[in-house]
């Protein structure tokens, strides 16, 4: 029949118990389903690549290969990909071993994704600002379009949009938000709280706790706990003013009462 086989190699009868099910093995970053649940259309797995990986793209069409058996339906894997050498990576095609099975993802990189710098135009699409900031923000235009676009939205919807740009963005893109919404926002505002706020407190915390390990000052659970749950900046720089010269832990919360 045209298949050839090695010659001299054991040949075995092995369990006929496959599992499509879904298995643990097998985590992709998000699947969706279009259609009925029971009885879906299309099946859609997202992965978030930030660098090229030969293991990851091997593993790619297994995921396919899952999710196909499981669903009994088209599916097609979607990669999104900020770095467009990486999007050229995983937008090649990939044989398999399988006879006729080659792999080919759907590539989303920043070729897809337009340079929004318009606050307007952000504010009327803020999805698509979001995806810009992950995509394009290394430009300064596009953070500063996306930020004051926020101040059109509601605070849950604005916490909602900042919270996946936040988190798809580089690390140092993460810091420039920051800087900005400091600067955009009005301090009383609940959205200004969450986010400006937590992020000048977490690097107040950070020296609080380096100056308290380098004075060698015993740190119970309790004491931990109290410091990194505090959210009042003036608070914490109270306490790494009495770390300076405390001795005990109780010294450096001596007079909290008074405030």
């Known amino acids: 029949m045209g298949i050839e086989l090695p010659d001299a190699v054991p040949v075995q009868v092995e369990a006929n118990d496959?599992?499509?099910?879904?298995?643990?093995?097998?985590?992709?970053?998000?699947?969706?389903?279009?259609?009925?649940?029971?009885?879906?259309?299309?099946?859609?797995?997202?992965?978030?690549?930030?660098?090229?990986?030969?293991?990851?793209?091997?593993?790619?069409?297994?995921?396919a290969a899952a999710l196909w058996l499981f669903l009994?339906?088209?599916?097609?894997?979607?990669?999104?990909?900020?770095?467009?050498?990486?999007?050229?990576?995983?937008?090649?095609?990939?044989p398999t071993k399988l006879p006729g099975y080659t792999f080919q993802a759907v590539v989303f990189g920043p070729d897809r994704v337009p340079v929004i710098t318009d606050?307007?135009?952000?504010?009327?699409?803020?999805?698509?600002?979001?995806?810009?900031?992950?995509?394009?923000?290394?430009?300064?235009?596009?953070?500063?379009?996306?930020?004051?676009?926020l101040l059109s939205l509601t605070s849950e919807y604005a916490e909602y949009y900042y919270g996946h740009a936040y988190n798809m963005a580089a690390p140092a893109v993460r810091r420039i938000l920051e800087e900005l919404v400091s600067k955009t926002w009005p301090v009383n505002t609940p959205f200004a709280r969450e986010h400006f706020g937590r992020g000048k407190t977490e690097g107040e915390v950070d020296a609080l706790l380096t100056m308290l390990e380098a004075r060698r000052i015993e740190l119970p659970e309790s004491a931990r706990a109290r410091i990194c749950a505090s959210t009042d900046i003036e608070e914490i720089k109270a306490w790494i003013k009495r770390a300076a010269v405390a001795s005990s832990i109780d010294e450096l919360f001596a007079g909290g009462q008074e405030r």
């Not at 979607?78 to 990939?94: I, K, T």
């Not at 698509?128 to 923000?137: I, Q, R, T, W």
């Open 72 to 94: 009994d339906c088209p599916v097609t894997v979607l990669c999104v990909c900020p770095d467009p050498g990486v999007a050229a990576y995983y937008a090649e095609s990939f």
């Open 119 to 149: 606050s307007a135009e952000a504010a009327a699409h803020p999805e698509l600002a979001a995806m810009a900031v992950m995509m394009h923000g290394s430009q300064a235009p596009v953070l500063q379009a996306f930020v004051a676009a």
């Open 18 to 63: 496959f599992n499509d099910r879904p298995s643990r093995d097998f985590q992709p970053d998000t699947v969706i389903t279009v259609g009925p649940r029971q009885k879906p259309v299309h099946g859609i797995i997202v992965e978030a690549q930030q660098e090229k990986s030969e293991g990851k793209r091997r593993q790619l069409p297994r995921y």
